[in-house]
């Protein structure tokens, strides 16, 4: 885009001379044939439209300034002048008296690139006195004329809406940063520049003095995504001086306008709710870890990134500077399960200097956020009961406690990951011996054998940062657990307990044959025997057959597969003796 530089408005006077009649602008065209007239003296102009173009926006009127090439010659052919030749447009107010005044009627009603054939009698060309040395008295003249521009002082910027995007959500204004495409023509279509070609937008503030007088007043009120025609008449843009050689001095421009993003420096994020879960009973605040998937855009709807591509979120914590600015506050006081647009001014993003090859100084950048869930390293288990046994509950899962169970795991946005029904039966784990998730078990504590609950696991008692099989690092995990049964447990290290004293000859009732030696047979049968008549109870949870064995091995202490008298001794007298051994 060229800069603006200080325009000057006033036209020189110039005399009826032809060959002062023109201004210093580039050449374009050739010459046409001439017209004579026919029969009698012509009393007026003989006009002769040889190619009207097929759009006619606006007629040459009287008080119009006009730019136009020509060729003037006699009625034998002979040139006795040509804009073409001294590279040379006529620039000049028609219809006031500063052109013959066959030329001033010609060029009424004339339209930009339309051409014609002009045949102008002597009484309104140079009459019966002509000009010395180049036209003759009484000359009939014939000029072929090309129209290039138009415009009058009164007019001002014209806009053309081209495309309006449907979604608008702020327009250009005054003291605005706009980043924008653009084609840029002369008023007959001649090329002079473009943004295209130079591999990036035009980048400027609007309404300071950065751009001509009617590109400023031409980009108020776009909207992102909009395209526009702005045509501007040269007192608003370059004026007499043009500018280079690319813009000839009074120059109608016209401007095709592509709108890529606009923010001011004033700005903050704007955020927009697109999807608000129902429930919302905690938002993300400074220091949370949050999940989230995003698509990120430009304005214009291009799009730079997403989480989406690489099948996996973005974590990271908010509030505390390890992501743009502008996203740490627009993800602060969403809710899991939400829905957001947050837009971002560059001042809060990349800056000037934009990122990468996908994000351009100066951008304006949008993200569709799916918060899939947050978490605090402080934050507890969260535990909600669903629904309660309608008879009285005494007893409720502790430490130690064999509970049954079944469960439905999933992310905290639905995602469906695990569940006890797929294999049939519930899960089974004895409490406080570390066979869940730490989360899971405190969850399982204090409830009724029918129970319902709904536990939520920060990540922290669950599967951490790494995450496992399955379970996505730093994922907050939704259970919920129904209890379907739970049994004491027994103290760490018992394999067997007694629901009353032990025998007090323990060895006499545990050889059946009175042979002085327990082998595993006998063994096996009094332990399930006591179990049976509800004496004592194995380690629940565990296959009863190899419980046994383990207790069987613990006594065999020379492990020549029969247990004697010296060698059986129950735990507690073992622990006992080690007390003593360590006093």
């Known amino acids: 885009m060229l800069r603006a530089g200080p325009p000057s408005h006033t036209l020189l006077r110039l005399p009826l001379l032809p060959p002062l009649l023109l201004l210093l602008v580039q050449a374009v065209g050739r010459g046409l044939g001439r017209a004579s007239p026919a029969g009698a003296p012509l009393e007026d102009v003989v006009i002769e439209r040889y190619h009207i173009p097929r759009a006619c926006p606006r007629e040459v009127q009287m008080g119009d300034f006009v730019r136009y090439h020509y060729n003037g010659t006699f009625e034998d052919g002979k040139k006795f002048d040509s804009s073409?030749?001294?590279?040379?447009?006529?620039?000049?107010?028609?219809?006031?008296?500063?052109?013959?005044?066959?030329?001033?009627?010609?060029?009424?009603?004339?339209?930009?690139?339309?051409?014609?054939?002009?045949?102008?009698?002597p009484h309104l060309g140079y009459g019966s006195i002509g000009v010395a040395g180049l036209i003759p008295p009484d000359a009939t003249l014939y000029f072929d004329v090309v129209l290039l521009d138009v415009w009058n002082k009164a007019d001002t910027v014209q806009v053309s809406t081209l495309l309006r995007p449907p979604h608008c959500p702020r327009m250009v204004q005054d003291s605005d940063f706009v980043r924008y495409h653009y084609n840029g023509t002369l008023l007959d279509g001649t090329a002079f520049d473009n943004s295209y070609s130079k591999g990036g937008t035009y980048d400027t503030y609007v309404g300071s003095g950065w751009l001509i007088k009617g590109m400023d007043q031409g980009l108020l009120g776009m909207c992102p995504g909009e395209r526009r025609k702005i045509i501007i008449p040269p007192f608003l843009a370059?004026?007499?001086?043009?500018?280079?050689?690319?813009?000839?001095?009074?120059?109608?421009?016209?401007?095709?306008?592509?709108?890529?993003?606009?923010?001011?420096?004033?700005?903050?994020?704007?955020?927009?709710?697109?999807?608000?879960?129902?429930?919302?009973?905690?938002?993300?605040?400074?220091?949370?870890?949050?999940?989230?998937?995003?698509?990120?855009?430009?304005?214009?709807?291009?799009?730079?990134?997403?989480?989406?591509?690489?099948?996996?979120?973005?974590?990271?914590?908010?509030?505390?500077?390890?992501?743009?600015p502008g996203m740490d506050q627009g993800l602060q006081g969403s809710c899991m399960g939400e829905r957001r647009r947050i837009t971002i001014p560059p001042h809060l993003a990349y800056g000037e200097n934009g990122t990468g090859d996908k994000i351009p100084g100066s951008a304006v950048l949008i993200f569709d956020v799916h918060v899939i869930d947050f978490h605090n390293p402080a934050d507890p288990v969260e535990i909600k009961t669903l629904s309660r046994p309608a008879e009285t509950c005494n007893e409720t899962a502790k430490p130690g406690d064999f509970v049954r169970y079944h469960y439905n795991c999933s992310l905290l946005d639905g995602t469906r990951l695990f569940s006890s029904h797929d294999y049939g039966a519930p899960q089974e784990a004895t409490l406080g011996a570390n066979k869940v998730i730490q989360g899971l078990d405190i969850g399982l504590q204090d409830m009724c054998v029918g129970e319902r609950r709904q536990i939520v696991v920060p990540p922290h008692l669950a599967h951490g940062e790494s995450g496992a099989r399955g379970v996505p690092g730093s994922a907050v995990l939704l259970f919920e657990v129904e209890l379907v049964s739970r049994e004491d447990g027994l103290p760490t290290g018992y394999l067997f307990v007694w629901h009353e004293d032990p025998p007090a000859n323990l060895f006499e009732d545990l050889d059946l044959n009175k042979d002085g030696e327990v082998p595993l047979e006998e063994f096996s049968t009094f332990i399930k025997a006591q179990v049976s008549e509800g004496k004592g109870r194995l380690l629940p949870g565990q296959d009863p057959e190899k419980t046994i064995g383990d207790m069987f091995q613990n006594q065999d202490r020379n492990q020549d597969g029969k247990i004697t008298g010296e060698e059986l001794k129950l735990k507690s007298d073992e622990d006992g003796e080690r007390v003593h051994e360590e006093l």
């Open 84 to 121: 073409y030749d001294r590279h040379t447009l006529v620039a000049i107010v028609v219809g006031v008296g500063r052109l013959i005044t066959g030329m001033d009627r010609g060029l009424m009603g004339m339209c930009v690139n339309e051409r014609r054939r002009l045949v102008v009698p």
């Open 238 to 324: 370059y004026g007499e001086k043009g500018y280079g050689t690319v813009i000839p001095s009074q120059a109608s421009l016209v401007f095709h306008v592509l709108l890529i993003d606009v923010h001011n420096p004033k700005d903050t994020i704007q955020l927009e709710t697109l999807e608000l879960p129902p429930g919302c009973v905690r938002r993300a605040v400074a220091g949370d870890f949050m999940r989230y998937h995003y698509n990120g855009s430009l304005m214009d709807g291009t799009l730079f990134d997403s989480s989406y591509s690489r099948n996996h979120t973005y974590n990271t914590y908010v509030g505390q500077g390890y992501i743009i």
